[in-house]
């Protein structure tokens, strides 16, 4: 069996109630122009567009495909626009339209290989030239309890690093190969790893990578 590439159930029920936390990156963010047009893809409930509108940026456009987390994103953040996905990954802009993207813990979302290629090309296509894309992520964990769930999980979804969590999500951890090769049609700029909690609240290592838009 393959990985699911629709949980906007999920997301859209359970997924309301966790909190998210990646951080930014302020050196890589101060590299955007505060009138930049940025996309903050699966935004959920619009942490970071706040955060980036609270930091002066004027142009910030949220995008998810849970409709739960795009009402309440709109009810917090008013500094910032925010849209459901009607046809994911599929985005209402031309080539080029935006200046700089954002794709926080959303792969993770997304275990199914075709999947995240179809998301990461239509980034490419939206992102203009040089267009800086800010990537936080899960690789794979070295603890046991991680370790042992990948192996339980791998022969239903073809794939180690795909697991279920126990509320119901189907989520997934990268090799770095896997990474390397989603984003090879853009040139690497910056990378680093960091430790964040997850929306389970449970301690884990979060890698974050720069690209810029060939
Ligand atoms: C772990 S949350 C992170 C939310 C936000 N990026 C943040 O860091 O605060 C993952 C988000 O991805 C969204 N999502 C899941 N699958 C998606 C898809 N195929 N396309 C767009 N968004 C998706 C979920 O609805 C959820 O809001």
Redesign the pocket.
Same mark, same amino acid.
């Given at each position: 069996m393959s990985a699911p590439?629709?949980?906007?159930a999920y997301?859209?029920s359970t997924?309301t109630t966790?909190t @998210?936390?990646?951080p930014l990156n302020p050196a890589w963010t101060a590299r955007i122009d505060r009138d930049a047009a940025v996309l903050?893809?699966?935004?959920?409930?619009g942490?970071?567009a706040g955060e980036l509108a609270a930091l002066g940026f004027t142009d910030v456009e949220g995008?998810?495909?849970?409709p739960e987390?795009i009402a309440r994103a709109r009810a917090e953040q008013p500094g910032a626009r925010f849209a459901v996905?009607a046809d994911?990954?599929g985005l209402d802009r031309p080539d080029g339209g935006y200046d700089a993207a954002?794709l @926080?813990?959303?792969l993770?979302?997304?275990p199914d290989d075709a999947?995240q290629r179809a998301?990461v090309a239509e980034l490419h296509r939206v992102l203009r030239p040089g267009a800086l894309l800010h990537v936080?992520d899960y690789g794979l964990q070295p603890d046991e309890r991680n370790r042992e769930r990948y192996r339980r999980c791998e022969a239903r979804y073809g794939r180690f690093g795909v697991f279920e969590t126990s509320d119901g999500a189907v989520c997934r951890h990268h090799t770095r190969d896997w990474l390397d090769g989603l984003f090879a049609a853009f040139d690497p700029v910056d990378e680093r790893e960091i430790p964040v909690v997850t929306?389970n609240g449970r301690p884990a290592v979060a890698t974050q990578l720069l690209f810029a838009r060939r």
């Open positions: 590439d629709d949980q906007s997301w859209n997924g966790k @998210f936390g990646h903050d893809y699966g935004c959920g409930y942490r970071l995008v998810d495909v849970a987390l996905l994911p990954p954002f @926080f813990a959303v993770t979302c997304v999947a998301l936080s929306m």
